[in-house]
């Protein structure tokens, strides 16, 4: 099969299409045929040699995809040859073909083309087991999403929404933030030209959000703290803008915060299998319903998977990127 394979720790230009060995089958896995995979900010650290692949994951990079199943290991039962899926990949998803655990497989959402479905996993995943799983965003609760344009930002957005929440987002223009308002967000803060803990104070009559996804780290963590209300619950799952920083612990004892931060690539198969199926009984009703929608900026052929990762990086680009086989 033929697969983006990083030539070197670098820029966009080490990453090259070539012929590789198939994946190796096991037991509990499911072979599929890629016809999708999306891109993630985990992927260009990666490519720079500052994010390797857990140890037994594919060296390839890409952590979503869609596709036909070609085989199954004699231990799936769920999945047939021929099957439309998409999936959530440790690794591998720029490639031909990938193997993953039958766990972190689902159904195309019907409604949703099978290209377009290659977006859904790693969003879906992450704002699930995030916002909802860990830090229980109800509804009647406030939500403030850095990045709201980003492919995390756009689908926590809409899922939020669908729950009853109430949606803050962080955005660098006013195209990005129009884009976020259409999508249903609340409350539009430009970072550029406005203190968002302000404007989450004047918006929340002092008292601050319930929950903030956050992707930049370091920091924000201050000001983040400053934003929340009492009970109120920080995620971090990025370091954008660095990975340490200080603490005075009085601020989550005077306001009763809580701080929690998560990776989804390092997580065990078992855990990603609780996920996934939380993922399809709660999300996958949504986009059915046509409430939560994925949403695609640009396709760039495999070949054109260094094309793809500059458009990331230049962060001009509003939800998912893809690259099609």
Same mark, same amino acid.
């Given at each position: 099969?033929?697969? *983006?394979?990083?030539?070197?720790?670098?820029?966009?230009?080490?990453?090259?299409?070539?012929? #590789?060995?198939?994946?190796?089958?096991? /037991? /509990?896995?499911?072979?599929?045929?890629?016809?999708?995979?999306?891109?993630?900010?985990?992927?260009?650290?990666?490519?720079?040699?500052?994010?390797?692949?857990?140890?037994?994951?594919?060296?390839?990079?890409?952590?979503?995809?869609? &596709?036909?199943?070609?085989?199954?290991?004699?231990?799936?039962?769920?999945?047939?040859? &021929?099957?439309?899926?998409?999936?959530?990949?440790?690794?591998?998803?720029?490639?031909?073909?990938?193997?993953?655990?039958?766990?972190?497989?689902?159904? *195309?959402?019907?409604?949703?083309?099978?290209?377009?479905?290659?977006?859904?996993?790693? #969003?879906?995943?992450?704002?699930?087991?995030?916002?909802?799983?860990?830090?229980?965003?109800?509804?009647?609760?406030?939500?403030?999403?850095?990045?709201? +344009?980003?492919?995390?930002?756009?689908?926590?957005?809409?899922? $939020?929404?669908?729950?009853?929440?109430?949606?803050?987002?962080? $955005?660098?223009?006013?195209?990005?933030?129009?884009?976020?308002?259409?999508?249903?967000?609340?409350?539009?803060?430009?970072?550029?030209?406005? /203190?968002?803990?302000?404007?989450?104070?004047?918006?929340?009559?002092?008292?601050?959000?319930? *929950?903030?996804? /956050?992707?930049?780290?370091? +920091?924000?963590?201050?000001?983040?703290?400053?934003?929340?209300?009492?009970?109120?619950?920080?995620?971090?799952?990025?370091?954008?803008?660095?990975?340490?920083?200080?603490?005075?612990?009085?601020?989550?004892?005077?306001?009763?915060?809580?701080?929690? $931060?998560?990776?989804?690539?390092?997580?065990?198969?078992?855990?990603?299998?609780?996920?996934?199926?939380?993922?399809?009984?709660?999300?996958?009703?949504?986009? *059915?319903?046509?409430? #939560?929608?994925? #949403?695609?900026?640009?396709?760039?052929?495999?070949?054109?998977?260094?094309?793809?990762?500059?458009?990331?990086?230049? +962060?001009?680009?509003? &939800?998912?990127?893809?690259?099609?086989?």
């Amino acid at each position: 099969m033929k697969a *983006v394979v990083i030539t070197s720790p670098g820029g966009p230009e080490v990453l090259q299409l070539q012929e #590789v060995e198939d994946p190796q089958l096991k /037991d /509990d896995e499911v072979l599929i045929k890629v016809h999708a995979t999306a891109l993630n900010r985990a992927d260009t650290l990666q490519r720079r040699g500052l994010y390797p692949p857990p140890p037994g994951a594919s060296p390839y990079l890409g952590l979503e995809c869609s &596709g036909t199943v070609e085989s199954v290991g004699k231990n799936v039962s769920r999945w047939n040859v &021929g099957n439309q899926v998409c999936a959530l990949l440790t690794g591998g998803g720029y490639a031909e073909k990938v193997a993953v655990p039958a766990g972190q497989v689902l159904p *195309v959402p019907p409604g949703v083309s099978l290209t377009e479905a290659a977006g859904l996993p790693e #969003v879906a995943c992450t704002v699930w087991s995030t916002i909802f799983m860990t830090s229980h965003l109800a509804s009647g609760e406030s939500l403030l999403v850095h990045g709201g +344009s980003s492919g995390i930002g756009t689908f926590a957005i809409q899922i $939020a929404k669908y729950w009853g929440a109430r949606v803050f987002v962080t $955005a660098g223009s006013e195209e990005k933030l129009a884009f976020c308002k259409n999508l249903g967000t609340d409350v539009c803060i430009n970072y550029k030209t406005e /203190d968002f803990v302000a404007r989450v104070k004047e918006e929340t009559e002092g008292k601050g959000v319930d *929950v903030i996804l /956050d992707s930049i780290g370091a +920091s924000y963590f201050k000001k983040n703290l400053e934003s929340l209300n009492y009970d109120g619950r920080l995620f971090v799952i990025g370091t954008m803008g660095g990975a340490v920083a200080e603490l005075d612990f009085r601020s989550l004892l005077g306001k009763r915060q809580t701080v929690q $931060a998560a990776g989804l690539r390092s997580r065990s198969p078992e855990n990603k299998a609780v996920i996934v199926r939380e993922v399809e009984e709660k999300v996958w009703p949504a986009i *059915v319903a046509g409430k #939560v929608k994925p #949403v695609v900026y640009k396709s760039f052929p495999l070949s054109e998977a260094g094309e793809a990762h500059r458009l990331m990086e230049s +962060s001009n680009h509003i &939800g998912k990127i893809l690259l099609v086989p």
